[in-house]
């Protein structure tokens, strides 16, 4: 579940994801726990180079604003709200880009600012590795772009990152963190949000909302479910 604080509170956005793919497609650089990144969509996709993850903040967003053809004063930038992230914030306000914060969403907000004719333009921050890598399975579906970078926050995790012999410098792309076309991506509402509604119940049955992608066929699909409550418990027995 991407957003399990946001579900344990009974707020919006929570949803539940999975990224499949062949053994050993996936990035997994354990112990590490945290990444920086930057998520755009298709438009920008080409024109994101690695070079973006160590510019300032107003380089990346004015060559975003470019490639969208849209002044940086019009571009909305996804971001956790979370102290790190406090100078960064400062920056883009300065340069007069929008910053939604949100509380959790990781994985939604990768989505969204990857998803074509989305009013989030891209996706700046730290964050969680497995989330980054889940959702790098959906961004090469959706044929937008991700780069990445392991970004230890505490000094036991750089000790660990250190050990394991993983590097906080290399800078990763979306073929990098999932190296297979052969990938599936899906995401299921739990709880209203900006990318699915959340699920309902009706006495014995229940309604989803889920995003199904593929990447090695481009396929992209919204599927409603009404589950027989009742049957579905009867399958867990």
Not at 15 to 42: C, F, L, N, Q, T
Not at 181 to 190: H, L, S
């Amino acid at each position: 579940v991407d957003g399990v604080k946001l579900l344990s509170e009974g707020r919006s956005g929570a949803i539940s994801v999975i990224g499949v793919g062949p053994v050993g497609s996936m990035w997994h650089p354990h112990p590490a726990v945290y990444m920086e990144k930057i998520v755009v969509d298709r438009l920008v996709a080409p024109g994101l180079v690695p070079e973006c993850l160590d510019a300032p903040a107003a380089w990346t967003l004015a060559l975003i604003a470019r490639l969208k053809q849209k002044p940086v004063s019009d571009l909305l930038v996804f971001m956790l709200e979370r102290p790190r992230h406090k100078e960064l914030i400062r920056e883009m306000r300065a340069t007069g880009a929008r910053v939604w914060l949100r509380a959790d969403g990781d994985i939604a907000g990768a989505l969204v600012a990857a998803s074509p004719n989305s009013d989030i333009d891209a996706m700046f921050g730290t964050g969680g590795v497995p989330e980054g890598v889940i959702a790098a399975c959906g961004i090469k579906a959706l044929g937008g772009a991700i780069l990445g970078r392991l970004n230890p926050q505490s000094s036991q995790e750089k000790l660990d990152v250190r050990a394991a012999n993983l590097s906080t410098t290399q800078i990763l792309t979306c073929d990098q963190l999932v190296t297979s076309d052969e990938i599936f991506f899906v995401a299921t509402g739990v709880t209203d949000g900006f990318l699915l509604k959340g699920t309902r119940y009706y006495g014995d049955w229940a309604e989803t909302q889920s995003l199904v992608l593929r990447a090695s066929t481009g396929t992209h699909r919204l599927i409603h479910t009404d589950h027989s409550i009742k049957r579905l418990f009867r399958g867990l027995r």
